[in-house]
Structure formats: structure tokens, C-alpha cells
């Protein structure tokens, strides 16, 4: 039974491949304007989580549940409120930064697409690269872009799998006060990270992973990050 | 899950706006990538680009047509050669039945490829950036779905051409073009079936099987060539088909679209390089492996030396990966009904279907050493000579192949094609064509700087062709005096240590060199 008002419910998942499990059963529950830090060693399985959790990959038991409905990114209601922001540096060779943005905006029929694909450039500090192709930016500005997808566009639940990578610290922190902004109007996240000071900045509570997976406060989750 | 329960797509006139948004969306990306390659592409570029292509085609039509003609015209002598020899008592098989279990296999495989690339598929940025969009997905994916049936349609007409030509020399020029035009559009149906099959109606290997069996009436279309009936059923049996397949090409899994469309990818760069064993890998990298803990309880006893644990590690690799029976089954199926079928092909065509049988299931064992190639550091990890790696990468293939051959030898044996003697000189060819799989599987990536060399007949490019038929050599080589041995009916005492020497030397060549 889903938790009254949950828009994430999780219950006694179980993931892995082939099907061997990674970590240990995971069960947990977030509301509208909570952050859940997701923690834990390399290889843990914290991205295999946060993939099943985003419906990318079957559970091998258990279910995951958003805003009552089954995780399916088959689904356009699913489709229309989780964005997944994962390591997926892939993009259209020949459409321009900016280009890639007005798709987002405009297949999420926002209101505005162009004045929200401009606030996202200079958010993201990527005015002065609007109108090349992906090819020539930076590492660090392919993955600003994808985190410029992600957040832009509207959604209830956002799943970001380690967005700190590649950015630089002052990156880092305008990210991390995104995150309290999106969770203070109501939207929930499940922020996979090794970064301590994003962790306890953004989240409400967290996760470690390991073959037992507990739920701690995010101080503690940091201490965890810190001792690994 | 099944495709069709998993996608719940909004109702009425959100479904109809999320299809406009859809194409909308569609559109705006081919735009903006229309006018960004437009911008950085002169007309001299785009003459050169069709020049080039056109040149391409052209040649290979005049090839084509050139190998078919000269063929044809040899084909009248074929009796003064004669068939392999098979004992009268065996029943045989209608020649217009072979042709349709050819045609019927040839429709199956194209059912099963389309089935592995998609046929229904994104590539990697449309599923990063049109997938998650809460959109209805069938303005994305249908039109290249159907323009890839157009052109597997013309492509498999344009090559049952030569196949009807040189099969059926007695029909005229407008029954070829009919029944040219027939395999085409049921080439159209098998992709609409394997189309039907992503759907997932029903459980995968059901749907291969209802599949299999609705191309069988397709088989015997192409043959109907005295009236234009044949042509328009199988036209429309192909509308009908991709009409049905096309109203719901939106429900597509999400992740199967992207699988195919990655599969597809791998394949054509590999074919556009003439790589074939990277053309293996994409075909056959996408199968889950269904035996990952086969030969566990082998692998973990214990053994005495590195060598003894990386052959033991081989063999367990090969076990687990290699793919099912059936291929090397269906070969030796081929095989016989060469065999039996009653107006007789040339020995010489016969002993061709047997050579191209063995080094197709040649090719198919050297699926662990294809894998371990990729990664050369892997046999670095313990301290054996590169020979002992070599030596144990061939075991399996080896194996396998002494098995096949003995199966083939010892069926034509009762065949009475040959005296039992042959059995002997298969098995031992079977170790040569082991080496064989090991050579092709470690085929270096063709150079294609290396300039065509000039040659009495032309510029050919030796050292690209070189590279292509690496492994193929060995396997024909070692395969060499069995056909020749069954060519002629009878193993002389001489054959057996020719093929042991041929076998020894391929083995002893690929174990000694490097790749």
C-alpha cells in the first residue's frame, strides 16, 4: 500500500543482473520537497538502484512505485513526471547546445521554450557556447547540459546519478542551492552522490548501499562518503 | 512485460496532440540537422558523394551480372560432370521443393536479422533525447521503419534476380522481373513479421515460431511466375502487414528500441568496413547469456599449472558462450538435402555447398576467441607462452569441428558418396578448420590506406582482400583433400597423410604465429 502522499515508494527492492543481486533489499519512501542522498563504495550497486528505480533497468523482485503508478518509462505519465539525468553523453551531432535545450523544452510543451532554454544557458553558463554542437564543448560542458535537460523541464520526481562529476566546485554549489530550490516547490529527489557537502547542502535524508541497505541522516551518510 | 500492456498512452485528443508534438518535435530535429550539414556541405561535395556511389553500384551490377551470365552459360555442361555418387535405394528430393526450402530459408533469415536490428529503432541520441519525452513515440520511429522496409524490399528483389536466373534459366525476362518483384515484397513481410514480433503479442520464442510458419506460404510465391496473382498477394499480404505493424509502432519498448537501433549501428559500420568479425559481434552482443554458470562445478576444480587452468578456463568460456545447435545442425541439413534432391546440381556445386557449410560453422565456434581478441591483455594475465594461449584457443573449435565433420563424412559414407575411409580424413580435417576459426577470429582490421595493387585485370585490393579472407584460407585449405577425396569417390591411402600434414600445418601455423 502506497504511503499516503509519497510520490516515491520503493518496497523491498532487489537489484542486480543476471539475476544476482547487487546490495541488500532496498525499501524506503519520499514526499513531495524531500531530497533522498543515495551513498555507498564503488560498486555498491547505488547507480543500479537509481536505474531501476528510473524503470531502466527490472527489478529482480520487489516494486517501485511513482505517485502510485509502477515505474515504466514506457509510460507517458511516468515519462511526464520523472527526469533521469544519468552519465549518457549522447547527442544529435549536428544540433546545436541551444538546439538540444528547445527540443526539451518544446516536448514538454513549456510555456515559454526559448526564454527557458535561455535562463538554462546562463544558469549553466553556457551562453557563450549556445550555437555550437556538442562535439565542441568540454567534457564539463557536455555534462552541464544534460543537467540543463534534466532540470528544466517539469517534473515531480528527479533522479540524478552522481551530477557532480565534472563540474567544477562553484558548479558544485550553484547545483546544490538548484536542488533545495526544486525540492522547497515541491519536487522530490533521489540525488546518487560522492560528494559530501552536496549531500548534506541538498539532501532530507539518505541511503548507503551496501549488502545491507540502511537509511541514516545525511551527516551520517557524509561521514560514510568521507571514510570510503 | 509485454510491449503492448506496458505502453499506457493517453486517450482521444491528448493522444492526437501528443502525436502532433511528436512529429513536431521529429521534424524540428531533421530541420536544425538538415540546415547545420547543409551549411558544411558544398555541391562539390555532394557531385563527389553521388559521383562516387553511382560509380560503386554501377560496377557492382556490371560484376553481378557479369558472374551470373558466365555461370549461366556453364551451367548447360553440368551433366557431362555428373553428381556425387548416392546409393539409388535413398529417396530424393524434388529440385522445385529445394528451391522453395532455399527461398523459405532465405525469408527466415531475413525475419531473424531484422528481429536482432530492431526492425523498429531509434539511434543512441534519438533515445537519449526523444524517448524520455512524454510524447507518443510513432511519429519517431515509423517513418525510418518504413523507408527500411522500402529499401530491404528493393534490395532483396534486386538480388533474387541473379538467384532466379541462374535456378530457373528456362523462364523468360518478364516472369524473372515477376518473381524478382514477389521475393521482394515477402522479403517486406518477413520484416513486418519480425516488426509484429517486437509488439511482443506474445512470448518471444512462440512468435518466432508463428512467424516461421506464416513464412511458408510466402516461400512458394515467388515461384508462381505464370500470372501476376503471386505478385498481388504477396503486395498485399506486405500492406496489410505494416499497416497493422505501423498503427502501433509507438508501443514499441522503449529499451528494445534502443537495443535494435545500437544493434543496427554495430552491424552497418562493420559491413561499411567489411569487417566480419565485428559484423559476429554486433549480430550476436545484444543475446543475454542464458548459461553464465554452465561447467561451474568444472571450472572450480582444482588444477595443476597455468596452462592446465587456462585451458580448463577455455573450455568453460566456450561452453558458456557458444550459441545453440541449431547452426551447425541446419548446415548439415543444407548438406543432405543437396544431397538428395533428385534433377542433381554438378558435383562441383555440391562439393561448393559442402565447403561453404564448413566454413560457416567454422566461423560459428570461434565465437570465445572473437571475444578474448578484443581484449589482448587478458591472456597476459597468467605466465604462459603465447603459444600455450594460441593452443588452448583452438582446442574447442577443433572439437567441435572433428564432430561436425565426423557427423557430415559419416553421413555421406552411408550415402555411399565415399568408403568409410572418408570418416577418418573428416575428423582429422576438422582439426585444421579448428585452427582455421582461431585464425579468422584474430583477422586483423583491413588497412584501408594501403593503396589497390595493379594487376593484369585491374587495381585489386590485395591487402584489404587479404584481411577478409584470413581464416577462410586455413579452413579450405584443410578441408581441401576430404572434398577432393569425395570428388572422386574413393580415399586413397595418400589422402589421409596429405590431410593430416594439411591439418598439422594449419594448427602448427596458428599456434606458432602471432596475430
Known amino acids: 500500500m502506497a504511503e499516503l502522499g509519497a510520490v516515491l515508494e520503493v518496497e523491498q527492492l532487489l537489484v542486480g543482473y543476471t539475476g544476482a543481486p547487487v546490495c541488500g533489499e532496498v525499501s524506503v519512501s519520499l514526499r513531495a520537497g524531500e531530497v533522498l542522498g543515495v551513498v555507498g563504495l564503488n560498486g555498491a550497486g547505488k547507480s543500479t538502484v537509481a536505474r531501476t528505480i528510473a524503470g531502466r533497468q527490472m527489478p529482480l523482485s520487489g516494486s517501485v512505485s511513482v505517485q502510485g503508478f509502477a515505474a515504466d518509462p514506457d509510460n507517458v505519465r511516468f515519462r511526464r513526471n520523472v527526469a533521469a539525468v544519468f552519465d549518457d553523453d549522447l547527442f544529435f551531432p549536428s544540433l546545436t547546445v541551444r538546439e538540444h535545450l528547445l527540443l526539451v523544452a518544446r516536448g514538454h510543451s513549456m510555456k515559454s521554450p526559448d526564454r527557458a532554454v535561455d535562463a538554462e544557458l546562463e544558469f549553466f553558463g553556457l551562453e557563450g557556447r549556445a550555437d555550437v554542437v556538442p562535439e565542441a564543448l568540454s567534457s564539463g560542458q557536455r555534462r552541464r547540459l544534460l543537467l540543463a535537460a534534466g532540470l528544466m523541464r517539469p517534473s515531480t520526481l528527479m533522479i540524478l546519478d552522481e551530477p557532480e562529476q565534472r563540474l567544477d566546485p562553484l558548479m558544485r554549489d550553484s547545483l546544490a542551492h538548484r536542488l533545495a530550490g526544486h525540492a522547497q516547490d515541491g519536487g522530490a529527489v533521489v540525488l546518487v552522490t560522492h560528494d559530501p557537502a552536496l549531500l548534506t547542502s541538498v539532501a532530507s535524508t539518505c541511503l548507503v548501499i551496501d549488502d545491507v541497505v540502511t537509511e541514516v541522516t545525511p551527516e551520517q551518510g557524509a561521514s560514510t562518503i568521507a571514510r570510503s | ?515
Request: net charge positive; aromatic share 6%.
Open chain 2, 1 to 515: 512485460m509485454q510491449g503492448a500492456e506496458a505502453t499506457t498512452l493517453p486517450s482521444g485528443d491528448e493522444t492526437r496532440s501528443t502525436r502532433d508534438l511528436s512529429a513536431d518535435i521529429t521534424a524540428f530535429t531533421q530541420r536544425s540537422s538538415r540546415r547545420y550539414n547543409r551549411a558544411r556541405t558544398s555541391l562539390k561535395d555532394l557531385f563527389t558523394d553521388l559521383y562516387s556511389y553511382g560509380l560503386a553500384l554501377g560496377c557492382a551490377i556490371a560484376l553481378a551480372a557479369s558472374m551470373v551470365m558466365t555461370v549461366k552459360d556453364a551451367l548447360p555442361g553440368r551433366g557431362e560432370a555428373g553428381s556425387l555418387r548416392i546409393s539409388d535405394h535413398w529417396p530424393t528430393i524434388p529440385a522445385p521443393a529445394l528451391w522453395t526450402l532455399t527461398v523459405y530459408a532465405a525469408l527466415t533469415t531475413v525475419m531473424i536479422l531484422a528481429r536482432r536490428m530492431g526492425p523498429i529503432t531509434v539511434q543512441g541520441a534519438e533515445g537519449q533525447w526523444w524517448l524520455p519525452l512524454p510524447v507518443d513515440r510513432r511519429p519517431m520511429v515509423l517513418p525510418a521503419f518504413l523507408r527500411r522496409c522500402i529499401l530491404l524490399g528493393l534490395a532483396s528483389a534486386a538480388a533474387f534476380m541473379p538467384f532466379s536466373v541462374l535456378t530457373s534459366a528456362e523462364l523468360t525476362l518478364p516472369a524473372h522481373l515477376l518473381g524478382s518483384a514477389t521475393f521482394g515484397a515477402v522479403a517486406v513481410v518477413s520484416v513486418g513479421l519480425a516488426g509484429w514480433m517486437q509488439l511482443e503479442p506474445i512470448n518471444p520464442r512462440p512468435g518466432r515460431l508463428a512467424g516461421a510458419v506464416a513464412l511458408i506460404p510466402c516461400a512458394v510465391l515467388p515461384s508462381l511466375t505464370n500470372s501476376p496473382w503471386a505478385l498481388t498477394v504477396a503486395a498485399v499480404s506486405a500492406a496489410v502487414l505494416l499497416c497493422a505493424v505501423a498503427s502501433r509502432t509507438g508501443q514499441v519498448r522503449g529499451a528494445d528500441l534502443i537495443r535494435g537501433g545500437a544493434v543496427a549501428g554495430h552491424a552497418r559500420s562493420s559491413f561499411f568496413f567489411m569487417d566480419t568479425n565485428e559484423l559476429l559481434r554486433a549480430l550476436h552482443g545484444d543475446r543475454p547469456i542464458g548459461s553464465a554458470h554452465r561447467a561451474a562445478g568444472f571450472y572450480t576444480r582444482p588444477v595443476q599449472g597455468p596452462v592446465a587452468a587456462l585451458f580448463r578456463a577455455d573450455i568453460v568460456a566456450f561452453l558458456r558462450l557458444q550459441g545453440s545447435l541449431a547452426l551447425p545442425l541446419l548446415w548439415l541439413g543444407i548438406v543432405v538435402a543437396v544431397l538428395f534432391v533428385d534433377k542433381s546440381l554438378p558435383a562441383l556445386a555440391q562439393i561448393g555447398v559442402i565447403a561453404i557449410a564448413g566454413c560457416a560453422t567454422t566461423s560459428s565456434t570461434g565465437t570465445v576467441a572473437r571475444r578474448t581478441a578484443l581484449v589482448p591483455g587478458l591472456d597476459a594475465i597468467l605466465p604462459v607462452s603465447p603459444l600455450w594461449v594460441r593452443c588452448s584457443r583452438a582446442i574447442m573449435p577443433a572439437l567441435v569441428m572433428i564432430l561436425w565433420m565426423t557427423c557430415l563424412t559419416g553421413i555421406l559414407v552411408l550415402l555411399g558418396a565415399a568408403p568409410p575411409a572418408l570418416i577418418l580424413l573428416g575428423a582429422l580435417a576438422g582439426i585444421g578448420m579448428g585452427a582455421g576459426a582461431v585464425r579468422g577470429a584474430t583477422r586483423p582490421v583491413s588497412d584501408w590506406s594501403v593503396p589497390p595493387v595493379e594487376t593484369p585485370f585491374g587495381p585489386i585490393p590485395q591487402a584489404q582482400i587479404g584481411s577478409l579472407l584470413r581464416g577462410l584460407d586455413f579452413t579450405v585449405l584443410a578441408l581441401a583433400p576430404a572434398l577432393v577425396s569425395l570428388y572422386a569417390g574413393d580415399v586413397h591411402p595418400a589422402a589421409i597423410i596429405i590431410q593430416a600434414l594439411f591439418s598439422a600445418g594449419a594448427l602448427g601455423v596458428v599456434i606458432r604465429r602471432s596475430p
